[in-house]
């Protein structure tokens, strides 16, 4: 039998310059990008207000982690349970019909569950055959095969 290497730690990112991962990298290009156009476009301290701002951007996005995860997964979260009702009430008696203002004079529907059959011991192995051999012998067959015994002795 042939063995293959199962993944391991694939939520690990790789490092690439020491312990900057190959995101933080990116990110601090992005930074430095601002920062070289935050130095070409303002004036002294404009920039050295612009500078701090990009820097501390730049360290809690690609640094800062919350309950294990990036910041700007914790950021996008906020974001979603801001746009989101924060309050959800469940009505028991409501049904999905009444809930349907298209479908409010059709009757709800009688869900009826069927009426459990209990199974004999020989009818459980037959089962069980059934399925330990995939399918591949029949229970009808078994059944004569136990029939023609029984008359045989």
Known sequence: MQQFVV??????????????????????IV???FFFLAYKFADLALFVLEAVV?????ALFAFIKVNGRP????????IRSIKRPQ????????????????????PTPVLVAPERVRLV????SQLSLLVDTGGRYRPEEILQRQKQEKISK
């Open 54 to 58: 990009i820097i501390g951007f730049y």
């Open 121 to 124: 011991e020989q009818e459980l």
């Open 71 to 78: 910041f700007y997964y914790f950021l996008l979260s906020i």
């Open 7 to 28: 993944p391991q730690f694939i939520d690990v990112e790789d490092k690439i310059i020491g312990p900057i991962t190959v995101r933080q990298f990116i990110m601090g």
């Open 31 to 33: 930074a430095a990008l």
């Open 87 to 106: 309050l959800r009430v469940w009505n028991r008696e409501m049904t999905f019909l009444q809930n349907v203002p298209w479908r409010e004079s059709a």
